[in-house]
């Protein structure tokens, strides 16, 4: 049956025109039959959805496009609650996927048959898609990477080693993922450009006021991460972007933990390059993608040499083309991007403000819950009137190895959950610790999963104190 | 046969001296824990100690009547096979045959949560590790926890190994590897294959070759740094079997070891990046 519904176009039945928040009871039956219409026999859940008396949550209506989420994992219910580290992917992006492989497998940009014509136009319009995610004002400046790793590193290298030098300065924060720390120091290693960090604040974010001080002449890039990985804070990108331009720096947003949560706009916020990855917002792995204005990519040398990236290449010499080919040598992951698309599509079909509300509600439940567990120390700020956390938490229990927490969760309770230093080691050293634990939420995870995670970690936190 | 007798030998034999001599459980250690409400509070069955189990290689108490019981299933292992089993190690403490015994006893352990519970146990009796071995050149890398191994060569020509990890999962994991390899021969060291404790794995689903997979990640940081003390012109295995398969396993890890050893610089143009790198859990076998 599950795989039947999977078929189906999925999202529409949670496009906003479909369903709303319900708010009285008249358009509570609303949704309770679009519901129904469309998803009543992919699991036995749903009845019991359509007779509760609550508004079905966002989650539990997002849950039937993700099959992978019905499952038993050593004999408990799956409980996934590691979207930070990859997402899971909804049965639209999978039907996209395959619908490349199966019925238009072709290159892309050079063959004149129809199966090349029509993969090139997917996968154009692919670009297109993330540039209208993102409200980039036009899609060549999406540039598809393997993932925002190489969107970094491209950055780094290109612009990087073409306009650093000895004495610059590049301002990160010590929050920031390993991907937004090792290729500066690279670059810093051959350029001679000096790295600084911005240090915590007491509220256990990244303190502003300290980068305000730090910024100077000096400066030319400001490399920082959007929302933290492991804090869960985010950064005021468009007061830094001001700040930055103010000196003449740029700005390299990483905002792979915020572009899947919330609406970015990459116009709003006028950065000049902005990074993100597929896989962390239900589409594939293996393409992700750079976000840089127009002026400053059609400034930047090649990155990988090869085809694609090329205009005329001649022994000595080669001519290349413009953004965003010039940064896309070799074959691309075609049908991975056409599914980035589809994943976007499938974003924008709920709704990203509405994605970010049903995650504001879950972050607190979260926080509220994991926080009123004995000896539980949680990472980052606060969540209060004014600060807003992301849907996850980075937490360790005194006298217990994160490891052993995350390993008997999955053994006993099936609850999946992140455990060790996130790629932000210096950000753990930071904060005294070598590895956290980390329980991270998307719009599929519900307060019943935060619920059974609780109960879990609490009957997990007993089984090793009994062994003290 | 009697296999209570059995065990009894096993024990003698196959505890290492290095295990008997520093085991001294706490109070604390030796009484029944506290398990939460939906584990019944079973007990793991102890050749010493009828609360707990400390005894490597051991299996479970077929005879849940003498003892509280213990969900480990023996249909795996029949009666025949766990035998022979301790009747070779009766006669021989190679670190083979305890790998073996270990195998079966983890193998024989049906539910997750008693492998967690079985290294737990194996975690309190590791022999500490001093402080002034917790350097960072001890550190195995490529695990999510931290695990430090200290290696030395005695006055015999055996390995003699000590680790420490702040994981308890780790610890348990450490403490079976040495009972395994502690006191062993280069070669036999060096012998081990790690996809002979994937049937072990605890935590750790699919193949060993995981990057959170500490029983390889240990094991591989074993050899790696028992290596220059192996010599494979040894008489005394030069006409063993199983040399053939050392050597084999040797020009294996070659790929792996000159990378360690500087002799192949392809792989960063640098000598500069740490072995910290490496990827450690990464099987070159074709």
Redesign the interface.
Same mark, same amino acid.
């Given at each position: 049956m599950e795989g039947v519904a999977m078929k189906l176009p999925s999202f529409k039945s949670l496009a906003p025109n479909a369903i709303s928040f319900a708010v009285g009871h008249r358009s509570f039956t609303r949704v309770r039959r679009s519901f129904s219409l469309s998803v009543c026999s992919v699991a036995s859940s749903s009845a019991t959805i359509a007779a509760d008396s609550e508004p079905v949550s966002l989650g539990r209506r997002a849950r039937k496009d993700f099959r992978i989420l019905h499952q038993e994992v =050593?004999g408990s219910k799956l409980v996934y609650l590691d979207s930070a580290a990859t997402s899971q992917k909804p049965a639209a992006v999978l039907d996209a996927l395959q619908n490349y492989y199966e019925f238009y497998n072709s290159n892309v940009h050079r063959g004149i048959h129809y199966l090349s014509a029509k993969a090139t136009d997917e996968f154009e319009l692919a670009r297109k898609k993330v540039a209208r995610f993102i409200n980039a004002s036009d899609s060549r400046e999406i540039v598809f990477t393997r993932n925002a790793t190489e969107a970094i590193n491209l950055v780094a290298y290109s612009w990087g080693l073409s306009n650093l030098k000895p004495g610059d300065e590049v301002i990160l924060t010590v929050a920031e993922h390993h991907s937004c720390i090792v290729p500066w120091q690279i670059v810093s290693q051959k350029t001679g450009a000096v790295l600084k960090f911005v240090t915590l604040n007491e509220d256990e974010v990244p303190d502003m006021d300290m980068l305000r001080e730090m910024l100077s002449q000096k400066t030319k890039l400001v490399a920082v991460h959007h929302v933290s990985n492991v804090l869960a804070s985010s950064l005021p990108i468009e007061d830094i972007v001001v700040w930055a331009h103010d000196v003449g720096a740029k700005v390299l947003v990483d905002a792979c933990q915020s572009v899947p949560h919330m609406v970015v706009d990459v116009q709003k916020l006028n950065a000049d390059f902005l990074v993100a990855s597929s896989h962390k917002m239900c589409g594939p792995t293996g393409i992700g993608f750079l976000y840089g204005k127009s002026d400053l990519l059609h400034e930047m040398p090649p990155f990988l040499g090869g085809g694609e990236m090329i205009s005329d290449v001649f022994l000595d010499h080669s001519t290349y083309a413009e953004p965003p080919s010039r940064f896309e040598a070799g074959t691309p992951a075609i049908g991975e991007a056409i599914a980035l698309g589809a994943a976007c599509d499938y974003l924008s079909g709920i709704g990203m403000p509405k994605i970010h509300e049903y995650e504001v509600e879950l972050s607190k439940y979260l926080y509220e819950k994991l926080s009123s567990l004995p000896d539980v120390r949680i990472y980052g700020p606060r969540p209060s009137e004014s600060v807003c956390r992301a849907a996850l938490c980075s937490f360790n229990v005194e006298g217990?190895?994160p490891?052993?927490l #995350?390993?008997?969760l999955?053994?006993?309770h099936g609850v999946a959950i992140r455990?060790?230093h996130h790629c932000a080691q210096p950000l753990h050293r930071y904060l005294g610790v =070598? #590895?956290s634990a980390r329980a991270s939420l998307y719009f599929y995870n519900t307060k019943e999963e935060v619920d059974s995670f609780i109960v879990a970690l609490a009957?997990t936190v007993?089984?090793?104190n009994?062994?003290? | 046969m009697n296999t209570t007798s059995s065990i009894s030998s096993l024990k003698a034999v196959a505890s290492p001296p290095l295990f008997i001599s520093t085991f001294r459980p706490t109070v604390k250690s030796l009484r029944n824990p506290k398990f939460p409400s939906r584990f019944s509070p079973k007990r793991i069955r102890c050749m010493q100690d009828s609360n707990i189990n400390l005894n490597f290689g051991s299996k479970s108490n077929p005879n849940p009547s003498s003892s509280h019981e213990f969900s480990v299933s023996f249909a795996t292992v029949s009666s025949l096979e766990a035998e022979e089993a301790l009747l070779t190690t009766t006669t021989t403490t190679s670190s083979a045959d305890k790998l073996r015994l270990l195998v079966t006893e983890f193998r024989s352990l049906t539910e997750p949560i008693d492998r967690v519970k079985r290294l737990l146990n194996y975690a309190t009796v590791l022999a500490p590790l001093d402080d002034s071995a917790r350097v960072p050149a001890n550190r195995v890398t490529g695990c999510t926890t931290q695990v430090w191994l200290e290696i030395k060569k005695d006055e015999l020509g055996r390995m003699r190994f000590k680790a420490d990890s702040d994981s308890e999962i780790s610890k348990g994991f450490c403490s079976c590897l040495i009972w395994i390899l502690d006191g062993a021969k280069p070669e036999e060291v060096m012998g081990v294959r790690s996809e002979d404790l994937s049937e072990m794995n605890v935590g750790v689903h699919g193949k060993a070759q995981s990057r959170v997979n500490t029983w390889h990640n240990v094991l591989m940081s074993m050899q790696k740094r028992t290596l220059p003390f192996f010599d494979g012109d040894d008489d005394d295995v030069a006409h063993r079997e199983e040399d053939r398969r050392l050597v084999q396993h040797r020009q294996e890890h070659d790929l792996l070891f000159n990378y360690v050893n500087g002799r192949r610089r392809s792989y960063m143009e640098s000598s500069d990046y740490s072995v910290s790198l490496l990827p450690l859990d990464y099987d070159f076998t074709i």
């Amino acid at each position: 049956m599950e795989g039947v519904a999977m078929k189906l176009p999925s999202f529409k039945s949670l496009a906003p025109n479909a369903i709303s928040f319900a708010v009285g009871h008249r358009s509570f039956t609303r949704v309770r039959r679009s519901f129904s219409l469309s998803v009543c026999s992919v699991a036995s859940s749903s009845a019991t959805i359509a007779a509760d008396s609550e508004p079905v949550s966002l989650g539990r209506r997002a849950r039937k496009d993700f099959r992978i989420l019905h499952q038993e994992v =050593n004999g408990s219910k799956l409980v996934y609650l590691d979207s930070a580290a990859t997402s899971q992917k909804p049965a639209a992006v999978l039907d996209a996927l395959q619908n490349y492989y199966e019925f238009y497998n072709s290159n892309v940009h050079r063959g004149i048959h129809y199966l090349s014509a029509k993969a090139t136009d997917e996968f154009e319009l692919a670009r297109k898609k993330v540039a209208r995610f993102i409200n980039a004002s036009d899609s060549r400046e999406i540039v598809f990477t393997r993932n925002a790793t190489e969107a970094i590193n491209l950055v780094a290298y290109s612009w990087g080693l073409s306009n650093l030098k000895p004495g610059d300065e590049v301002i990160l924060t010590v929050a920031e993922h390993h991907s937004c720390i090792v290729p500066w120091q690279i670059v810093s290693q051959k350029t001679g450009a000096v790295l600084k960090f911005v240090t915590l604040n007491e509220d256990e974010v990244p303190d502003m006021d300290m980068l305000r001080e730090m910024l100077s002449q000096k400066t030319k890039l400001v490399a920082v991460h959007h929302v933290s990985n492991v804090l869960a804070s985010s950064l005021p990108i468009e007061d830094i972007v001001v700040w930055a331009h103010d000196v003449g720096a740029k700005v390299l947003v990483d905002a792979c933990q915020s572009v899947p949560h919330m609406v970015v706009d990459v116009q709003k916020l006028n950065a000049d390059f902005l990074v993100a990855s597929s896989h962390k917002m239900c589409g594939p792995t293996g393409i992700g993608f750079l976000y840089g204005k127009s002026d400053l990519l059609h400034e930047m040398p090649p990155f990988l040499g090869g085809g694609e990236m090329i205009s005329d290449v001649f022994l000595d010499h080669s001519t290349y083309a413009e953004p965003p080919s010039r940064f896309e040598a070799g074959t691309p992951a075609i049908g991975e991007a056409i599914a980035l698309g589809a994943a976007c599509d499938y974003l924008s079909g709920i709704g990203m403000p509405k994605i970010h509300e049903y995650e504001v509600e879950l972050s607190k439940y979260l926080y509220e819950k994991l926080s009123s567990l004995p000896d539980v120390r949680i990472y980052g700020p606060r969540p209060s009137e004014s600060v807003c956390r992301a849907a996850l938490c980075s937490f360790n229990v005194e006298g217990l190895h994160p490891t052993d927490l #995350a390993t008997f969760l999955d053994q006993q309770h099936g609850v999946a959950i992140r455990s060790g230093h996130h790629c932000a080691q210096p950000l753990h050293r930071y904060l005294g610790v =070598n #590895a956290s634990a980390r329980a991270s939420l998307y719009f599929y995870n519900t307060k019943e999963e935060v619920d059974s995670f609780i109960v879990a970690l609490a009957d997990t936190v007993s089984f090793f104190n009994s062994f003290k | 046969m009697n296999t209570t007798s059995s065990i009894s030998s096993l024990k003698a034999v196959a505890s290492p001296p290095l295990f008997i001599s520093t085991f001294r459980p706490t109070v604390k250690s030796l009484r029944n824990p506290k398990f939460p409400s939906r584990f019944s509070p079973k007990r793991i069955r102890c050749m010493q100690d009828s609360n707990i189990n400390l005894n490597f290689g051991s299996k479970s108490n077929p005879n849940p009547s003498s003892s509280h019981e213990f969900s480990v299933s023996f249909a795996t292992v029949s009666s025949l096979e766990a035998e022979e089993a301790l009747l070779t190690t009766t006669t021989t403490t190679s670190s083979a045959d305890k790998l073996r015994l270990l195998v079966t006893e983890f193998r024989s352990l049906t539910e997750p949560i008693d492998r967690v519970k079985r290294l737990l146990n194996y975690a309190t009796v590791l022999a500490p590790l001093d402080d002034s071995a917790r350097v960072p050149a001890n550190r195995v890398t490529g695990c999510t926890t931290q695990v430090w191994l200290e290696i030395k060569k005695d006055e015999l020509g055996r390995m003699r190994f000590k680790a420490d990890s702040d994981s308890e999962i780790s610890k348990g994991f450490c403490s079976c590897l040495i009972w395994i390899l502690d006191g062993a021969k280069p070669e036999e060291v060096m012998g081990v294959r790690s996809e002979d404790l994937s049937e072990m794995n605890v935590g750790v689903h699919g193949k060993a070759q995981s990057r959170v997979n500490t029983w390889h990640n240990v094991l591989m940081s074993m050899q790696k740094r028992t290596l220059p003390f192996f010599d494979g012109d040894d008489d005394d295995v030069a006409h063993r079997e199983e040399d053939r398969r050392l050597v084999q396993h040797r020009q294996e890890h070659d790929l792996l070891f000159n990378y360690v050893n500087g002799r192949r610089r392809s792989y960063m143009e640098s000598s500069d990046y740490s072995v910290s790198l490496l990827p450690l859990d990464y099987d070159f076998t074709i």
